[in-house]
């Protein structure tokens, strides 16, 4: 079993920045994939950013270029740099770890707000 609690979250103005933060226990050995999701009211919960074990991020296309994932592997923790925030950035942000076979484990989520 892996666990995941996140903090970092808050209210900012636009054009602010967060970085969130995920601590990782239990059975992190066995992690491949760290993910940052988010949902927003009335929305499906989508894919922010992912980052394998051996670095290789991705990340969607809303946040290219403004958000940063990262990873210590050695203190089992990824986290999330936001830059340059919007008020459509507003949303529950979801720490997800993957480990095979396709076992997925959430964190609670933390709520971002962005004001304009």
């Known amino acids: 079993q892996v666990q995941l609690v996140e903090s970092g979250g808050g209210l900012v103005q636009a054009g602010g920045s967060l970085r969130l933060s995920c601590a990782a226990s239990?059975?992190?050995?066995?992690?491949?994939?760290m993910r940052w999701y988010r949902q927003a009211p009335g929305k499906q919960r989508e894919l922010v950013a992912a980052i394998a074990t051996g670095g290789n991020t991705n990340y969607a296309d809303s946040v290219k270029g403004r958000f940063t994932i990262s990873r210590d592997n050695a203190k089992n923790m990824v986290y999330l740099q936001m830059n340059s925030l919007k008020p459509e950035d507003t949303a529950v942000y979801y720490c997800n770890a993957l480990t095979p076979p396709a076992y997925n484990y959430w964190g609670q989520g933390t709520q971002v707000t962005v004001s304009s």
């Open positions: 239990g059975g992190t050995l066995k992690i491949n994939s």
